[in-house]
């Protein structure tokens, strides 16, 4: 996700590096988010220029569904687990690093980013992007459950994100990034709706975290996957021991 070096609109290239810092300050077991001045920060150019009102490679259509493939999206997502694992889906803004979060728990066996709950059956990132698919950026966590249990899950889903901030994580902006859990079965959604009933309790603004069936997983786009473990765009590898509590950096 490359950031833009050259622009060919009337917008000064210092003006992205004097845009004030956020009035957000993050609950106690929120991650801080990146200064916008900074070279690690996650905003998005397309999310920049969607926030100045100025298109970015996208038509103002958007990503047209057809009624078969929306509802191939919108129905179950039918892939199975390894013998003895279980699956569960988290969105808590940009994939990359709540994937990570989730390579760090002991007893996750694999990870994948991908997209969900969309009305467009295979989308792209693009099409994600377009804020027209109402796709969501989700990880797909496998894990062991005599290892790990669904409730270890969402207590690292919690402390990844602010789930207070609808369709926005820290400079993400967009339906893409918006606070959810999708269920694979009747004791994940109870464990899920009881979790966030106690978290509420912690905080002072409301939750607007959706809590939803699992639909049809897509698997994002391979350079996505394990992002920044691999080292990103710039090659800073960053480490998916389990049990690591190393600070975890999103940059494009």
């Known amino acids: ?14 003006f992205s590096r004097s845009i004030p810092k956020l009035p957000f300050k993050p609950s106690t077991f929120a991650p801080k988010f990146p200064n916008l001045s900074s070279p690690s920060s996650s905003l998005r150019p397309m999310n920049f220029f969607k926030a100045l009102g100025i298109p970015f490679g996208f038509s103002a259509a958007g990503v047209s ?3 078969a493939g929306a509802a191939i999206a919108q129905g179950p997502d039918d892939d199975t687990p390894a013998a003895g694992q279980q699956f569960a889906q988290f969105g808590a803004g940009c994939f990359w690093g709540v994937e990570l979060s989730f390579q760090r728990v002991p007893g996750v066996t694999k990870t994948e980013v991908g997209y969900t709950q969309g009305t467009v059956h295979q989308p792209t990132y693009e099409d994600v992007c377009t804020g027209t698919t109402n796709h969501s950026e989700v990880v797909r966590v496998q894990y062991d459950p005599g290892q790990c249990s669904y409730e270890d899950l969402l207590e690292t889903f919690w402390a990844r994100h602010d789930p207070t901030t609808p369709n926005r994580q820290g400079n993400d902006v967009g339906t ?22 106690k978290h509420q309790k912690l905080l002072n603004r409301k939750i607007v975290t959706e809590i ?3 639909k049809k997983f897509y698997r994002a786009e391979e350079y996505h996957q394990q992002y920044l473990e691999k080292g990103g765009r710039f090659g800073f590898k960053q480490s998916a021991a389990k049990g690591c509590n190393d600070p975890i950096r999103c940059y494009g």
Do not use: H, N, W
């Open 212 to 214: 939803l069936p699992a």
């Open 176 to 197: 893409q990034y918006r606070s959810g859990i999708y269920f694979y079965t009747p004791e994940q959604e109870k464990a899920a709706r009881e979790s966030l009933e």
């Open 1 to 14: 996700m490359p950031f833009v070096s050259t622009l060919s609109i009337a917008v000064p290239l210092s």
């Open 65 to 67: 569904s057809d009624p």
